[in-house]
């Protein structure tokens, strides 16, 4: 059966993730022992025991993250578990696809994501930023939410996340607008998202520029397996092109639905989430119902993901 892994991005992360793998699989724990070493501090003890404040703080949540969907990678492959004809991540979830597809090293992306975690943070200030989830009216609409509530101030759809599902990002004051209007506009929910970074919106402009810097200090190889990045759903093979895509992808759009029907178009019958949470399982079967999908993230669903794609 042809499948891709797909990684989540931050929203997955909870206190004790992955801690039934860990209990069964030593390479989970060894994963996490790599990382702290990159790190200079026990990100494994962070993971188990929180405090979930400190998890949820977007220099800690991205590193946790990546070195989740690494551990999970790495477990997949010791039960025998097949390379994937593709790979995707959903914004942070981009560079641990790099990982698994050996176009950075494990120890550089952390530091990566560390690195990019606090730009972001520094981009804008505590409380001036929002992001915000609209359900119920297609991106046109939500476009047009947005030039409407602008006023002076940013306000964009950031993330398409599947159909009638986008999240907008900028200015707290015009997030606001956007969610009292598009809930006037006839949408279904509304939401002000418990985060403090605009991700994905114009606001992160000074952040890409910053990073742009450190990605040039980074060793980047041919992926050796196809990552379809999420600026255009569209896989990249040279270093250069992967770094200029990974600084857009900080100020632009995750164009996660066309990343789904790309793999679906391309073949993938199975799209298994590597990683915590079942996020990006859910928003698969809104995309596409007739995928098959699974969340890998503990000793079953993992042998449930084997079970799948070899076809027992």
Same mark, same amino acid.
């Given at each position: ?120 943070? =520094? $981009?804008?200030?505590?409380?001036? !930023? ?5 359900? %119920? /009216? ?5 476009? #047009? ?23 907008v990002a900028g200015h707290h004051t015009a997030v606001e607008r956007a969610a009292t209007l598009a ?84 073949? =993938? $019958?199975?799209?298994?989430?590597? !990683? ?5 399982? %859910? /928003? ?5 119902? #007739? ?22």
């Amino acid at each position: 059966m042809r499948f891709a892994l797909l990684f989540p991005g931050q929203g997955s992360q909870s206190v004790g993730m992955l801690g039934a793998l860990a209990a069964r699989h030593a390479v989970v724990r060894e994963t996490f022992a790599e990382a702290s070493a990159a790190l200079s501090y026990d990100l494994w003890q962070l993971v188990s025991e929180g405090p979930a404040d400190m998890l949820d703080r977007t220099e800690h949540t991205q590193p946790a993250l990546l070195a989740a969907g690494v551990a999970v990678w790495r477990t997949w492959r010791a039960l025998g578990g097949p390379e994937p004809d593709a790979m995707a991540g959903h914004s942070l979830g981009e560079y641990t696809a790099l990982v698994c597809a050996s176009a950075l090293s494990f120890a550089d992306a952390l530091r990566l994501v560390e690195r990019r975690g606090q730009l972001m943070q =520094a $981009a804008v200030p505590a409380g001036s !930023g929002a992001m915000a989830a609209i359900v %119920g /009216l297609d991106d046109e609409q939500v476009r #047009a939410v947005c030039a409407e509530s602008a006023q002076g101030e940013v306000v964009e759809a950031v993330n398409f996340n599947a159909p009638g599902q986008v999240v907008v990002a900028g200015h707290h004051t015009a997030v606001e607008r956007a969610a009292t209007l598009a809930k006037a506009r006839g949408a279904k929910l509304t939401k002000v998202l418990p985060v403090s970074v605009p991700s994905h919106c114009s606001l992160m402009r000074p952040a890409a520029e910053q990073l742009a810097q450190d990605l040039q200090a980074v060793a980047v190889q041919p992926p050796a397996i196809p990552v379809l990045h999420n600026l255009d759903a569209t896989p990249r093979s040279r270093p250069e092109d992967i770094r200029a895509a990974l600084v857009a992808q900080l100020h632009s759009p995750v164009q996660w639905v066309k990343t789904i029907q790309a793999l679906r178009a391309q073949g =993938a $019958a199975a799209l298994l989430e590597c !990683g915590p949470g079942r996020v990006l399982t %859910g /928003l698969t079967k809104r995309i596409d119902k #007739a995928a098959n999908g699974e969340c890998l993230q503990d000793p079953q669903t993992l042998e449930a993901g084997l079970a799948l794609v070899r076809g027992s």
